[in-house]
């Protein structure tokens, strides 16, 4: 079992969760005073992930000193009209893999945000569960590929840019896909459909009216060109 509590409350209630486990627990806990996001009546059940925010266009899926920071840029992304949900996977093993999914297919894209290399963290284990529920635009807030300096807390969570601003850019990186996927579904769904109903419609003007042929055909000749150009644009932004 993996823990990583986010502030006070939740370091309390989750070292009392690991004395009851029965078996190898380990509780990742940052150096620095933590802001406290949790109330002392919060309640704290292994495997599930909070929803420390509400939000519709984008999740942000932090851990441990994270969650603050994502807290404060769901706030920066708020007043620029995105709305960020906001999910604290204080438990990194066993993961809520109902959460993730809920998130994926509700709010369509996800930033994960974690005080950890990228490579081998919450990260990684939150784009397997998403690729097998359903692929949807992705990032990742850490530390990249690299080895860390000595420092004070908020001297390294400058530099390896972990702080609200980087992930409000990171979410506006996703949000503009996911917007771009929406896009690319209705020109495929919608207009493309109705494009294709009115090839059939005048395909049955032709076959009733010879003498309408000649106008029919220059007319199908021109939705034939604005299907394959609806197709087109929908594949790129679909990202196919």
Do not use: W
């Not at 802001?35 to 509400?54: C, M």
């Not at 530390?143 to 300096?149: G, K, P, W």
């Amino acid at each position: 079992m993996v823990l990583c509590p986010a502030d006070e409350a939740a370091t309390m209630a989750l070292v009392k969760a690991a004395a009851d486990h029965k078996g190898p627990v380990f509780i990742r806990t940052g150096r620095p005073k933590a802001p406290i996001v949790h109330d002392s009546a919060q309640k704290f059940e292994i495997g599930k992930a909070i929803k420390v925010a509400e939000g519709a266009d984008v999740t942000i899926a932090a851990t441990g000193l994270m969650v603050a920071e994502a807290l404060l840029a769901a706030d920066l992304l708020a007043a620029e009209g995105i709305s960020a949900r906001v999910l604290d996977f204080h438990t990194i093993k066993p993961l809520d893999r109902e959460a993730i999914a809920s998130a994926a297919s509700e709010t369509g894209a996800i930033v994960v945000a974690e005080e950890h290399l990228v490579d081998s963290g919450l990260g990684v284990r939150i784009a397997q569960v998403v690729g097998e529920v359903g692929p949807v635009p992705m990032a990742f807030v850490g530390v990249e590929n690299t080895y860390a300096e000595s420092g004070t807390p908020d001297e390294l969570l400058d530099k390896y840019g972990l702080r609200a601003k980087n992930i409000a850019a990171a979410v506006r990186g996703v949000h503009g896909k996911n917007a771009a996927r929406q896009a690319g579904r209705v020109l495929h769904d919608q207009v493309g459909s109705s494009l294709a109903a009115a090839a059939i419609q005048l395909q049955m003007v032709k076959m009733a009216h010879a003498s309408a042929a000649p106008a029919v055909g220059d007319a199908l000749a021109h939705l034939d060109g604005a299907l394959n150009a609806v197709r087109e644009v929908s594949q790129k932004l679909l990202g196919r």
